[in-house]
């Protein structure tokens, strides 16, 4: 996965991708660097917690927490995920 330096550097699908790579590390440096990496970008008052320890009741597959980390950006006036451009 290649590293970029800003959450809008990012499409919500890629961003899915870091999050399910975050689940699936094989080691704690791997891991460890790919948090570092999402503290960076997802700067979430419930950081981490957002994968671990979600809210009762709340949606944490991938997706979910793509969302939560998308509309809590929006309230807050920051930047938002890459577009898409889908061919015709």
Known sequence: MQKKSSLSEYTEAEFI???QAIGSC???QE???LLDRWDQLAPHPAGTDLLYYPEPGSDDSPEGITQTVKAWRAAN???GF???HQSK
């Open 17 to 19: 991708e870091l999050i």
């Open 26 to 28: 094989k080691t704690e």
């Open 31 to 33: 891991r460890d660097e």
């Open 77 to 79: 006036g920051l930047p």
């Open 82 to 84: 890459k577009e898409t």
